[in-house]
């Protein structure tokens, strides 16, 4: 077996040579002297770890490892494991192929982290963002084993906001705030309160905490509106049509989560199957209001028994105060499909586009909280966020202490403002998984990869992979095990994710693998040469093309697709809400 990267690091730094006392004038701050030292020793550190580059590329080591981090996508922090895959034929027993991570040039597999946040890795939430835009756009216009048809169903996309709990800096119609001020769009005080000292705190952070039971008790409202308009019955609505959503969770900048929702009407049975005459776009427009208003949730440490005699008047306003609703502003738009011609204010583009926009963004990137737990609340001494985060993270914390908050779990999710629901959720007839889409990803780069170096069959082909240390096929193997699948496959029947580049029957194929966990993020050898990549890449001149732009609007930055989403963001603009 040839030499692996050895990484070694010395237990000592040499320190640098001290000029003598009499040549020293310390004229310089404390802070600059001691930013100037951080400097140079950033400098030692980074050229120690070219020194050891240049090492690695004069033994021959450095381009396996080089091909290896590449298919990493410039992920911010991968997962390292150790362990082994063998592929069986359960027929004759013949070993089929066979990998070990240690014949990899870094001696682990290295895997995306595959994180959604944009702020933890942008570069796997770059792909996830593709991945939403295509899941939303097949459930509108069919693909992705979703049949064309569904683009003739009645579509609307919904917009349910949160209520207000104090005046807030914002941008009105008339241009002028509350303040007196006209705040820009990038203005730090949008969504901030006027006056903190009076601003319901605890009222927002439990409102985000009852967010996820109020959209289920919605759709519970919406399919009851459905059949009421229809004049059915709820348990005959089944056999007439069925009810299909794809939403995902915003947060405004005053901290509040709001939902963006696709819902769609289908036939009783499937996607396939035509909705009913009377199941129309104006129909379902007026069930998403009606229900949208009717939807009430109690909270749940305030709940009376049966027995019960009425609440004082001092009790009753503290139950409803605990009584949660949505906002007063409620958007409903219809999508334009192929049966509608009107002027129809958004396209399914529009929507696909604006929806996978913010899949990948959480109150972080919006209020500027944190993207992480806090096992302490003195931890966010060591954070710089906004005082209206700091002051929600507070009060989601103190408010856990309370008997009747217990089972909200209040401090674990205090960093996300109380909200411990999921982002993203969709009933199971809408469109396709993101599991289905990263297997046909994996798949397309297994193919290109054969294409490109066709794999040898037989003994042969396990002497080519341990002489080039890299698995059968010459091709690093984090580049196909995107889906992740086929490292807890196990002793599993039928599972032939072959990465190693053999190809058996999936009937007879028997995958054995054991695969442990190593740790996350690269070593520093390795970081620093994924640093050079990536600026080898963005320095790299790329080829002039045209973007897809729209006739109607300009391109909206950070979007996944050349699609304007100003339509949309004009229905309710972040921290409008008084």
Known sequence: MPAQLQLSYPATVPAPSRPSSAFTTPTCPAHVTASAAAGRSALERRARLTAKLAKLAATGQLAPLARQISTLGGCAHPIRLTGHRTHLDTATGEILGHFDSGRLPAGELLVRCGNRRATRCPACSTVYRYDTYQLIAAGLRGGKTVPTSVATHPRVFVTLTAPGFGPVHNQPDTGRCHCGQIHSDDDPLLGTPLDPKRYDYAGAVLWNAHAPALWARFTTHLRREIAKAAGLTQSALRHHATLSYAKVAEYQKRGQVHFHAVIRLDGPTSPASQPPAWATTQLLDHAVRAAATRTRVLHEGQ???????????????????????????????PIRGTDFTGDAPVTDR??????????????????????????????LATHDITDHARRMIHTAWHLATNRQHAHLRLRQWAHMLGFRGHFSTRTRHYSTTLTHLRAERTTWRTRQADAAAPAPVGPRAEQTAVGSNLPTGGQPVADRLDDRSD?????????????????????????????????????????????????????RPEQPTRPRRSKRSGHSAGHPVGHPTDRLTSAVRPGAVA
């Open 303 to 333: 709940s009376r028994q049966s027995g019960e005699a009425a609440p004082r008047s001092q009790d009753a306003d503290r139950e409803r105060l605990l009584m949660f609703r949505f906002g007063r502003q409620i958007d409903v738009r």
């Open 487 to 539: 490292l807890t496959a196990g002793h599993r029947a039928g599972h032939c994710a072959d990465t190693a580049g053999q190809r058996g029957n999936a009937d007879t194929t028997l995958v054995i693998s054991h695969w442990q966990y190593a740790g996350t993020g690269l070593l520093p050898e390795l970081a620093h040469l994924a640093d050079l990549l990536a600026s080898t890449r963005q320095t």
């Open 350 to 379: 529009h929507v696909a586009a604006y929806i996978a926009k913010y899949a990948t963004k959480g109150a972080e990137t919006t209020t500027g909280t944190l993207d992480r737990r806090l096992r302490l609340l003195a931890e």
